[in-house]
């Protein structure tokens, strides 16, 4: 069964239909309502939409990225992930401008023919620049204290003290919100303090651009004895211990809960973004779920300013689709190599149907599943040392029966 797609279809025509034109950042101006959510079961496959293709390997390399603390794109620039590299040049841009500021200012002179050869190196340059010059990519690949940072290392100033008539200065420490996460799971899963947050107004001017997906919150319930010996035959075919009792799921390391994952997102480029974010969020439950030992549940996406920008109308339109008229269904049909049969009482349409005929332009494939390369036992032991995220890298999740209609590529704002 695959509803994410629907409900993604669904909300871009909600957009088109209902959406208020507004400025940006950007210059490109938008389309845009407000507060919208996006639920799935994961059950039902992994959330990876089929309306068009998705960079898998690409979404996989930035969530590993931010689940290591790291805020330069060298990691992700070495992995063929380029999302971030607009971003990195744009901030590198801009630390010219106050240079060349600077130095009309302070020095009555523009900068030498030599720096301004390197301020003006185009994109390409600076991403081979990245590959090769360790000092310029320690420079200018940091993006600020982006998503890694607050996730892995948080920074908490402990404020000022007294001890008797002596003054203590406050002391900056660093707060592991995913391992607090992992820990506070295990030991405490009814809890409702299950989050982390990205959004640290204090390093906002910092970051070349403040988080978008703002923070997550996960929620964790009892596995009934039903779901559990469900879960069982899923995973490992048919059940040979009869009658099954939580005893005997026990022995055999059976999860005893379901764990869920809400994401928050105050700003959606529905296009661009929302895909790979409901992906990217998918997988970081199951790499939890893992971790834990409990069944992905429910994966929620609260959605705040939830907009397409004016140039990528026409691409939206095209991952809609239409409904293809009886010509074009019969068409496929007889492209397919099938024939028209005599049967009492079915009609064209009927027969297009039990032929699997699809009836849009872009209709949905059934969602694909995620294998973990890794075992059982590698997550048991990322549960009590998360310095093993390292070891892992976009070749071990798998989709498996992944089918999509074909790329749209749609214009990035930056």
């Known amino acids: ?22 400025s940006d950042r950007t210059g490109t101006g938008t389309i845009s309502v407000f507060g919208r959510q996006i639920r799935h079961k994961m059950s039902e496959g992994f959330p990876l939409l089929t309306t068009k293709k998705m960079a898998w390997k690409t979404m996989v390399t930035e969530l590993l990225w931010f689940l290591r603390g790291d805020t330069n794109i060298k990691f992700l620039v070495d992995n063929n992930c380029h999302i971030w590299d607009g971003d990195a040049y744009k901030a590198y841009h801009q ?23 390197l301020r003006d190196i185009s994109k390409e340059e600076f991403i081979n620049k990245i590959k090769t010059d360790d000092e310029f990519t320690k420079k200018f ?64 001017d910092s970051m070349v651009l403040p988080p978008c997906h703002y923070g997550f919150q996960v929620y964790t319930r009892e596995l ?21 009792s939580p005893d005997a799921l026990d022995t055999r390391n059976i999860p005893t809960r379901a764990i869920s994952l809400m994401w928050n997102q105050r ?36 959605l705040g300013d939830c907009h397409i920008y004016l140039n990528q109308i026409d691409g939206v339109k095209e991952q809609i689709g239409r409904e293809l008229s009886e010509s074009e269904r019969y068409r496929i049909f007889e492209d397919r190599g099938y024939e028209f049969r005599m049967i009492k009482d079915w009609s064209k ?9 699809p009836k849009r332009t872009r209709e949905p494939y059934p969602l694909p599943t995620l294998k973990h390369m890794k075992t059982d036992e590698f997550y048991k032991s990322l549960s009590e040392d998360l310095t093993l995220l390292t070891h892992l890298d976009n070749t071990d999740f798998v989709v498996e029966n992944y089918q999509s209609h074909p790329t749209i590529k749609f214009p990035l704002s930056n």
């Open 95 to 117: 630390h010219w401008m106050k240079e060349e500021k600077n130095w009309v200012e302070n020095f009555n002179k523009p900068l030498s023919p030599e720096l301004i050869e």
């Open 141 to 204: 690949g940091e993006l600020g204290p982006v998503y890694g940072k607050q996730w892995r290392s948080w920074e908490h100033n402990t404020g000022d003290t007294w001890t008797g008539m002596k003054h203590n200065q406050s002391i900056k420490t660093k707060i592991d919100q995913i391992a607090n996460l992992i820990n506070d799971i295990k030991t405490n899963p009814d809890s409702r303090r299950l989050m982390v947050n990205a959004y640290n107004v204090g390093e906002l």
């Open 267 to 302: 700003s959606c480029d529905l296009p661009l973004g929302i895909p790979f974010n409901i992906a990217s969020y998918g997988l970081l439950l199951e790499i939890i779920a893992k971790t834990v030992n409990m069944v992905p549940d429910e994966l929620i996406g609260n």
């Open 1 to 22: 069964m695959n509803n994410i797609d629907k409900q993604y279809t669904d909300l871009l025509q909600d957009i088109l239909d209902n959406g208020v034109t507004k």
């Open 224 to 244: 009934s004895l039903e779901e559990r010996v469900r879960y069982y035959e899923t995973t490992f075919g048919r059940l040979h211990f009869i009658p099954p």
């Open 349 to 357: 349409e009927e027969q297009y149907d039990k032929a699997g005929i």
